[in-house]
């Protein structure tokens, strides 16, 4: 569904990306791994074409995403949740939730208000509140909901369980486990290996915007030198 082609993205003069390249496919749960300031944040804006890469190509479904401008890479079919949530917060549940809607997408599970409530019940409850009255677990309930209202075909969750309390962690990964089940294909950074093993069925592990390792959690357990290099702190 998404490949990743010898990716180069900067930040001014700084390389971040280099020569970045990897494949999602279809129904699975991609975990990208690595330290802080490894390059997992900037994959993810590069698919997104909020950093625009100044080599390599980003193919979606067989489309070159580089240069086109980032709605039109969201209208194609992906889902972005960046790791500051950027919820509406003088708006209601229920209106961010209308602000994300679009269109029935073919190959893609078609999302209802009702159906996110019964995967996110804490957004159900508080379905009139404001945004910026909620906690900051809810608050990233409810941009992953927002983002679904787009019935993606490709959803980009940015570090989904930094900063939340570990009971909502454990619903995060609940959540996971069950758009992996609808159909959809997912891709995650994280930090925390726990979290990404429990949801992930494959590890491609970024150090330096480069990928050093690319595989299932099994393979990456059976070489803990590649784990105590670059996910160790």
Known sequence: MLSVEAVHSYYGK?????????????????????????????????VMQLVRPRQGRVMFQGADLVGEPSYRVAKSGIGYVPEDRRIFTDLTVMENLEVGRQPARKGAPDWTIEQLFDIFPNLKERRTNRGKHMSGGEQQMLTIARTLMGNPLLLLLDEPSEGIAPVIVEQMAETIKTLKAEGLTVMISE???????????????????????????????????????????
Do not use: C
């Open 14 to 46: 700084a390389h971040i990306l280099d020569g970045l390249s990897f494949e999602v496919r279809r129904g699975e749960v991609v975990a990208l791994l690595g330290r802080n300031g490894a390059g997992k944040s900037t994959t993810m804006k590069s």
């Open 191 to 233: 930090q925390n290996l726990h979290f990404a093993r429990a949801v992930a069925d494959r590890a491609i592990i970024i150090e330096g915007g480069e990928k050093k390792f690319d595989g299932s959690f099994a393979e990456l357990e059976a070489q803990p030198e590649i784990r105590d290099a670059y996910l160790s702190v």
